[in-house]
């Protein structure tokens, strides 16, 4: 009984600091690209749909137009009047079509979509369009700026704060402008336990920190992101496996792979 009661005096005078940790994603933007047996599949059920269903108006006129041109060239080349026939063709799709795939050039050239495509800077929101991306930073903590090792962005929660408002205040701190982005219910997913080092546990009193993690969205329509120079001193968007291969720590990583599910 005695020992047991001096376990639990042990126990209580345990102090950990509260952490929110957040696992702020961009999702993808585009579809990925198919495999090899899913294009072998759409093939497939592409065939059957055309042999199987009833043709749209756009089709039946595409249809009907070649009709027309078919019966154009023969009147043609028997030398007769094709006025009458001209107007009664009208605009055909193939025209339609030269025009649409026109714009689409003109679309190309001004935003430049190949280059985006081929964006490699991890600071940037326009690589890996298919791909679920997550912020990984090195965070300045303390008055002399300590900067981190690869991680998730986290915030101390303060007295008289839920942590929620603790993961919200983490990414208005974060971020060097304004950023819309949305966090996923009030509860946390997951929680990473780790103790200091005896200095730091000595000079603070604390014996380690307790890391609650929870999960945020950009909005759509984000296309940059700042980080504030006070408090990371550096950042980037990272895949699921970039996560694994940079971010140290095999129990921490583990503590937070349920966020990067595609």
């Not at 730091?200 to 969205?217: R, V």
């Not at 895949?239 to 349920?258: D, H, I, L, Q």
Request: hydrophobic letters at 35%; one cysteine or more; proline letters at 4%.
């Amino acid at each position: 009984m005695h020992l047991s009661s001096r376990f639990l005096g042990a126990q209580a005078a345990q102090k950990w600091d509260i952490i929110a940790s957040v696992v702020l994603s961009r999702p993808p933007v585009i579809a990925p690209k198919m495999l090899e047996i899913e294009k072998r599949y759409q093939k497939l059920q592409l065939e059957e749909e055309s042999e199987n269903s009833l043709m749209n108006n756009y089709e039946l006129k595409t249809k009907q137009d070649q009709k027309m041109l078919a019966r154009r060239e023969q009147l043609l080349k028997e030398g007769k009047e094709l006025s009458e026939l001209d107007e009664e063709i009208g605009v055909t799709n193939a025209v339609r079509e030269d025009e649409w795939n026109k714009k689409a050039e003109e679309l190309q050239k001004r935003y430049n979509f190949s280059k985006i495509a081929e964006e490699t800077d991890p600071k940037s929101l326009s690589r890996l369009l298919d791909r679920k991306l997550v912020l990984i930073v090195k965070q300045n903590f303390g008055e002399k700026k300590y900067s981190s090792p690869w991680i998730l962005p986290q915030m101390k929660n303060k007295e008289g704060e839920t942590l929620r408002q603790t993961a919200e205040r983490c990414i208005g701190e974060i971020a060097g402008g304004d950023l819309s982005a949305s966090i996923s219910g009030n509860a946390p997913f997951s929680v990473f336990s780790h103790k200091y080092p005896k200095p730091i546990t000595q000079k603070t009193g604390q014996i380690g920190a307790k890391i609650f993690f929870y999960t945020a969205n950009l909005a759509q329509n984000t296309t940059d992101f700042e980080a504030n120079k006070d408090d990371v001193a550096d950042f980037r968007w990272v895949t699921r496996e970039e996560f694994w291969s940079t971010v140290p720590g095999k129990e921490y990583r583990n503590a937070s792979k349920f966020a990067f599910l595609e």
